[in-house]
């Protein structure tokens, strides 16, 4: 047998979220004087103090973790050693002329026409005159290539320091039974349901299947109201990535009334010095919700208010 | 462990894993209260958060524990998890989740591969599993059809143990005909990802023998890694398994071909031979005979459910399970080995050794 949560045949789509990372890699000096070199179209290899060649250039090792004695020229010309075709394009593992080792790159050619262990040569891309391993197109077959030489590498470029670089990753995240009710419930009825806790009759917000305290079962769903009070805040006045409104305004976590969790929130302020007479923890507040069809989200709600005496 | 799906699209992580950890409990005689430590497996590249973990504090009942997250399979942290009992610790519970349905799961694999050599060309998992085949099958003379049938008789046995959530079953011709996955394998030649969630229970000997259920005792464990190097690894076998089932071997005291039961993670059908061949339940190329006797992965392997970062945990709990259940008293079997993975192409594996 196998376990299964409790599930509500309901009908919500996926809640999609995007994560989208800048960095700026810093490659090294092997890596980064391998990319400088590509718009010079000169593949740039490491000689290690064995004898070893490794292309593309390693700043260590692969074999000892030794360093380089130095970064040379490499042949464009090569071996391929084995392949594959996933969605269409094939991929080889190619070892150049005079390397000790195998790397991964575009084969431009039909997988019928391919053998392991026959010659293949780099063809430089028309497009791409940047610094990425891309200005290499792809190997082609070449069946009457002369074998090339490991060379010194003359006059290198200055290794690139960072490049930048981005990872964007999309995500359908599940509501799940119980988040999948409760946005159901603000949608439709404007309201903010929980469920109990499992010993008590406060609601747990978010709700869920199983109680985070005790981990039994939770009680019976529960409408908490819209009014609620400051457990903790603060006052932001500083600008940061990510943020979906103007400066300043205070970060809340309030405990609606009925619940006994604190959910986050924002209560808009109009200056500095009022916010922090007015708003601190034990602050009574309201919840402001939207005009207009609502979306089934938290963002529902506006903003939170203070109830004045 | 819950049912495994190819997509959970009606609970979301916490549900899977309150789920696991209620029913992990069930005829034992123990309840959280008795659970020193937590461990648990998943990923926060596929849960789409940073240190996922800590939003699944409660499922897990982890409140007010000693929690710690492995990002790597759910063996690796029964592994950690026995290290505890080791160290003083008395009963552990062991819990590994995955959504694979939520996001891309090639980026997944994506993320671990090189950004300046590797990324821009498209080398990935699925590249570095058809080089692996295609360089098998070149060194071992196997067929397709060999191949085939290994996958057809997995999404059977998946089948009838009924944990796994499937569409139809495919025989051999239509694991054949499922196109291409990565030449040379076709794409049910692959593992496919599933949703679930797994728990598993770990204690001392002196308690285990106390409870409800009769016990399986972890006798020996290994893990061994290969270099990041996709090509530099050794072409036609995987070095660090073979590593990783000695070291479970020499403490067990015996080696992975005595075993009665073996559940082994394949990414690929030509990883799962890799894997039996690895653990010494064959020679190298001689994987097939291995892969088709009926002691190795009953519960239908990661070929028909690869609940990624749980996969290892799955087959721990699935051999588990056939030590205690016997399919007749004649042949009951006393020993089993298990084997976990991780990374392009299996760079990683963990091997436990498991008796009754």
Redesign the interface.
Known sequence: M?????????DLP?FH?Q?SMPYT?T?GRA?GT??AEMPNRRIVGSRFPDGKVVA?AQDFS??NSDEPEALVQVPETGVLT?????KG?V???IRLDGCD??????ILAD?GDLS?GQRVAAKWSDDDQGN???AIA?FVPSADAPVGAVKDLADPAEPLGV?D?S?T???????????GRMFDEIREHGRVMGVRTSNGDDALLPP??????T?KRTGTWKACADTGTIRACSIINMEVFGQTRQVPYVYAEIVLDGASTRMIHVVEIDDLETAKQKIKPGTRVRAIWTQGERKGSVADIERFEVIED | MTQLRPAWDSAQHIDLISAVVTDVFKGTGLTLDDVDFIIDSGSDVLDGRSISNCGFLGALGAHHKEEARVEEDGLWGALYGVNKLRAGSSIGLIVAYTKPSESDISLYWSSMVEPFYQRPVGFNQHVALGIQAQRYLDASGIKDRDLADVVAKRWAAAAEGGQVAFDSIPDADAVLASGEGAAPLTELMISRPVDGAVAVLLSTEEIARRLGRPPVFITGMGTAMDTHSFAARGADKLQSVANASAMASAKAGWNAAEADVVEVSGSSVVGELLALEGIGVAKAGKGLDAALSDKVNRSGGALPADPVLATGLARLAAAADQLLQPQSAAAAPSRAVVHGTGGVAMQTNCVFTLEV
């Not at chain 1, 196998?2 to 309901?10: C, G, V």
């Not at chain 1, 084995?82 to 996933?86: H, I, K, N, S």
């Not at chain 1, 869920?208 to 305290?213: G, Q």
Request: no cysteine; charged share 20%; aromatic share 18%.
């Open positions: 196998y376990s299964a949560p409790e599930a509500y045949p309901l996926t979220s994560i890699l490659p890596a391998f990319l593309p692969p074999y084995a392949f594959t075709r996933v394009e991929i080889g593992l080792n195998e790397f991964p790159h575009k997988l392991v990425s391993i891309l792809g490049i670089y990872m990753l999309d995500y359908e995240h599940s509501y799940g039974p119980y988040y869920r299947e199983v109680d985070d305290v981990h």
